[in-house]
């Protein structure tokens, strides 16, 4: 009977032992499979709400070795929100930083009908010239000659502090906007900037970029092949990529404009209107660039 009991004693702690030995496998399978790639997850969502623009920062993971097929399935899901997140940043630009922020912080329906907001900033429009003609020439192959522009437009903009905001085809939005710190709200409700070197920096920048803009055109191997396409020769004679440019200083009210169906994020106001009457102007004076 001793060495029975013994026995059982014996048996019951090994039962113990595997139970004790399998919950921590399963706990630790559990943690590094769900919890952890959850709360990387969560992480990656707060950070898209915290900054939707710094969202093209985000690297996506890449999975050195086989393991299981759960874990690929979340690493999946990971690079899938970082995709999303960087879809956001591109399609609504810095203007819609907020409206992306506000509806992931939102508990409810998604909603575009959040107030907008007045910032002061200058505003530029860069036109590609005898873009009908072009279009019609390159028929296919015009989407690849507007991306082409576009990626020096927009490299260039970026590199000196402005953002990308709006592309029609053959017109890009350029969007320098000011810190708060040196804008000033008028009775009237216009808004004034502080005579600072940061603000005459960002004036500096704005005009440098478009000047850049205008000798990479002439630069680049891409858009100087199109000098030596015979249809645009013909159609155009000594034809070469061109761009038109306006700049102008003042405010506008930057929100989302649309419904559920479709929204874009952009600014609103005389003053973005006259930036781009300043670009179709230098047509007339036929100049490259008027500014005020």
Not at 264 to 272: K, M, R
């Amino acid at each position: 009977n001793v060495l029975h009991a013994w026995l059982r004693m014996v048996n019951i702690a090994f039962i113990c032992l595997i139970l004790t030995y399998g919950a921590v496998l399963f706990s630790k399978d559990a943690n590094k499979l769900v919890l952890q790639p959850l709360q990387r997850i969560i992480k990656r969502v707060n950070k898209i709400a915290m900054d939707p623009v710094k969202a093209k920062e985000q690297v996506a993971i890449v999975s050195k070795k086989k393991k299981s097929g759960f874990e690929n399935e979340t690493v999946h899901i990971e690079n899938a929100i970082i995709k999303i997140g960087k879809l956001l940043a591109l399609g609504f630009g810095d203007a819609g930083a907020s409206i992306t922020a506000q509806n992931i912080a939102y508990s409810g329906e998604f909603s575009p009908n959040f107030p907008g907001k007045k910032e002061a900033a200058i505003f530029g429009f860069c036109d590609i010239r005898d873009f009908t003609v072009v279009t019609e020439v390159l028929q296919e192959e015009v989407m690849v000659f507007v991306n082409s522009v576009a990626q020096i437009v927009h490299s260039l903009v970026d590199r000196y502090g402005g953002s990308a905001n709006k592309n029609t085809g053959d017109a890009f939005l350029m969007v320098w906007k000011f810190p708060e710190d040196v804008v000033v709200e008028h009775e009237d409700g216009q808004l004034g900037i502080l005579p600072t070197q940061e603000s005459q920096n960002i004036a500096d920048a704005a005009l440098i970029s478009f000047l850049k803009i205008m000798g990479k055109i002439n630069r680049d191997f891409t858009l100087l092949q199109y000098r030596e396409n015979p249809v645009l020769q013909t159609r155009i004679p000594n034809y070469k990529v061109r761009l038109g440019f306006g700049l102008h200083f003042g405010w506008a009210i930057e929100g989302a404009m649309g419904s559920e169906y479709k929204i874009d994020a952009s600014y609103l106001s005389a003053h973005v209107n006259l930036a781009s009457q300043l670009e179709e102007a230098a047509k007339s004076y036929k100049v490259p660039l008027l500014f005020s």
